[in-house]
C-alpha cells in the first residue's frame, strides 16, 4: 500500500519538502577508515554514509574528495534522522556555513558540529593538517591546529540522529545556515553515488556493514580499504565505473579540465566545478517487523552501532520507518515531508 503522509512534527525545524521510502531498518554503524591523501588542490571531504536502495537495501557510498560548485562553499554533510517511528535521510547541501548534519561525527574534520578539517582564505582553501591527509607534493595551503583534536569527544560510530542514536539539535548558527542560499550536491557527487549503488559489495546485506571499499581519493578515482590500501574491486564493479563515467556530460568534463589546468598554473587557487539512488532515487523495500522498533535490532546481518569514519534548492530525504527483526520484504511506503 503507498500512502501519501504529510508530516510537520519530529523535523519541522529543519526538514523541507521530500518523498521517500519507509523501511523497518536502521542504518549500519558507520565503518572506521583511513581517510586517502587529498589529489588535488582545493578539493573538499565528503565523508562516506550509509545510502539506501530498494533492490538491495543500505548500501555505503565510500568517502571522497572532490572539487567544491564554488570557491567559498563548504560541504554540511547529508545524514538519517529517527524520530521513534521512522528514518528519514536528509539530504546534504554546499553552502557558505556548515548546517545541521544530526550530530554525527563522520570524522575527516565532521566532527558532529562545524568543520575543523580546514577553511577558505579567500579563494584559496587551507587545510588543517593535523586532521585532514593532504598530499603535500600538489596541496601547498596547510597549517596545524591541533586544538581541535583535543576538544573532540568521541563516543561512538552511530549513524543516525534521534532516540537509540545521537542526541543532537541544531545550534543557533546550525540554524541559521539552513535559510542560507545552497548548491545541491554535484553532479561529480550524484555520480559517485550511482557508481556504488550498482556495485553489489557495497550492500551491507553482502558486506555485513564492512564494505571493501570505503574511501576514494576522487570520483572514479583510486578505491580504498579501511587500512588505507588499496582495495579489490570486481569485473562487474569495473564495468560499471566505466558507464557511468561514459555518461559525463561535457560541462562535467569541462570541470574536471579546468580544475586540473587551475591547479597546475595557481597553487593558491581553489577549484569550481560539478547521494541519492540511481534512475529511482529514494526507492526502498520495507523489511517485515513484528516486534519492537529500538534502532538496529531485528537484522542480524547488520553490525551493532559502533565506531564511524576518519546532498540544496531544497534537502531531499528518504524516510525510513521502524527497524526490523528480519529481512523479510515488504511493500515500500511513499511520503512527502513538508518543513
Known amino acids: 500500500m503507498v500512502l501519501l503522509i504529510v508530516s510537520l512534527a519530529a523535523f519541522k525545524t ?15 554503524a558507520l565503518p572506521t577508515y583511513t ?34 560548485p564554488r570557491p567559498g562553499y ?48 579567500g579563494n584559496s582553501f587551507h587545510y588543517n ?26 563516543n561512538n560510530h552511530t549513524s543516525f540522529n534521534g532516540p537509540g542514536g545521537v542526541a543532537a539539535k541544531p545550534r543557533p548558527e546550525e540554524q541559521a545556515a539552513e535559510r542560507e542560499q545552497h548548491v545541491q550536491p554535484t553532479g561529480e557527487q550524484l555520480t559517485h553515488r550511482q557508481v556504488a549503488g550498482k556495485d553489489r559489495s557495497q550492500f551491507a546485506s553482502v558486506n555485513n556493514g564492512r ?19 588499496t582495495a579489490k574491486t570486481s569485473a562487474a564493479n569495473g564495468a560499471n565505473d566505466n558507464a557511468v563515467r561514459n555518461q559525463h556530460t561535457p560541462a562535467d568534463n569541462n570541470n574536471d579540465r579546468a580544475a586540473a ?30 516486534a519492537g522498533n529500538r534502532p538496529n535490532e531485528g537484522n542480524n546481518r547488520q553490525p551493532a552501532q559502533n565506531h564511524h569514519s576518519s546532498s540544496n534548492t531544497a534537502r531531499q530525504h528518504e ?14 511506503e511513499e511520503h512527502e515531508k513538508h518543513r
Open 35 to 68: 581517510q586517502p591523501p587529498c589529489p588535488v588542490d582545493g578539493y573538499l571531504w565528503t565523508p562516506g554514509y550509509w545510502a539506501y536502495n530498494a533492490d538491495g537495501g543500505y548500501y555505503w557510498v565510500p568517502g571522497v574528495w572532490v572539487a567544491p
Open 74 to 121: 563548504l560541504w554540511t554533510p547529508g545524514y538519517w534522522g529517527y524520530d521513534g517511528a521512522i528514518y528519514v535521510y536528509h539530504e546534504g547541501y554546499w553552502g557558505r556555513h556548515i548546517g545541521f548534519y544530526g550530530g554525527v561525527n563522520y570524522g575527516g574534520g565532521y566532527i558532529g558540529t562545524g568543520y575543523v578539517g580546514g577553511r577558505w582564505s
Open 129 to 154: 593538517t593535523a586532521v585532514v591527509n593532504v598530499n603535500t607534493t600538489v596541496v601547498h595551503n596547510t597549517y596545524v591546529n591541533k586544538t581541535v583534536i583535543n576538544n573532540v569527544t568521541v
Open 211 to 229: 564494505p571493501a571499499t570505503v574511501a576514494m581519493n576522487k570520483v572514479n578515482g583510486k578505491r580504498f580499504n579501511p587500512e588505507g590500501h
Open 261 to 290: 589546468k587551475q591547479d597546475g598554473a595557481d597553487k593558491t587557487g581553489s577549484h569550481g566545478m560539478a547521494n541519492n539512488t540511481a534512475e529511482k532515487p529514494h526507492h526502498h523495500s520495507n523489511a517485515g517487523n513484528t
Open 14 to 28: 529543519y526538514a523541507q519538502v521530500s518523498i521517500g521510502i519507509s523501511v523497518r531498518l536502521a542504518p549500519p
Open 319 to 332: 524516510q525510513h520507518a521502524a527497524p526490523a527483526r528480519s529481512h523479510e520484504n515488504a511493500k515500500p
